[in-house]
């Protein structure tokens, strides 16, 4: 089955700075990859994907980019906010989950 | 719309016991999951159903089984429940819209087995 491993564990930057989350995956069939945000106690919700056909997806700040060849990818905040304070999640399809990074936004 | 439901949200269990942890969905969504989050690991998925009659094994099924008789529904039972099975878990459903797959996921239910 398909590995999927995140780095860092855990993440802190100043409010305003950015963040960068990585991971990698194992299977070079697998051709979406979501990424999700959980707050304490809450449940996982998606923030944006991206597809294998694309190298870069941005929403407002945050962005996703991929790369098929070296099978990574990184998910980017620029001009995080207290807000942006959780627990982030890759994934590849929608089963296979990384570890997890808490990123801690400190104002 | 409710979405994704979980019922109950909180569960205490003894060694050898059996029960079903309930999930629905109103989406009409074909696909269904659950995970068990436990600290440190993230998410991982026991078992999955791509439509109602389907199902398969995901990453950890053992001691879970799972059934999908209807399009809503996709109940959770273990069998014999184990203090290894303590854990926070999480149904999902989704859909697919090209090559994405939208995954919504319940509030979860917490279970501690003693």
């Known amino acids: 089955g398909e590995n999927v491993e995140q780095h860092p564990s855990t993440l802190s930057v100043q409010e305003g700075d950015s963040a960068v989350i990585k991971c990698t995956y194992s299977?070079?069939?697998?051709?979406?990859f979501p990424w999700y945000k959980q707050e304490l106690g809450k449940r996982p919700q998606l923030i944006i994907d991206?597809?294998?056909?694309?190298g870069e997806k941005k929403d407002q700040r945050i962005a996703v980019t991929l790369n098929k060849t070296a099978k990574h990818f990184s998910l980017h905040i620029t001009e995080t906010q207290p807000e942006d304070s959780a627990v982030y999640f890759c994934?590849?399809?929608?089963?296979?989950f990384g570890s997890g990074t808490k990123l801690n936004v400190k104002p | 719309n409710a979405g994704v439901t979980q019922t109950p949200k909180f569960q205490v269990l003894k060694t050898g016991q059996s029960m079903t942890l309930q999930c629905a969905q109103d989406?009409?969504?074909?696909?269904m999951s659950w995970y068990r989050q436990d600290p440190g690991m993230g998410l991982r998925l026991i078992h999955y159903?791509?439509?109602?009659?389907?199902?398969d094994q995901g990453e950890v099924p053992n001691g879970y089984n799972v059934s999908r008789s209807t399009t809503e529904d996709f109940p959770l039972r273990l069998l014999s429940a184990a203090p290894s099975q303590t854990s926070v878990y999480f149904c999902?459903?989704?859909?697919?819209?090209?090559?994405?797959?939208?995954?919504?996921f319940g509030p979860g239910t917490r279970l501690t087995v003693t």
């Open positions: 999902a459903s989704s859909y697919s819209r090209g090559s994405s797959y939208e995954q919504y």
């Open positions: 299977d070079s069939a697998s051709n979406y």
């Open positions: 991206i597809r294998s056909n694309v």
């Open positions: 994934a590849a399809w929608e089963f296979y």
């Open positions: 989406m009409n969504h074909e696909y």
């Open positions: 159903s791509v439509g109602a009659g389907i199902t």
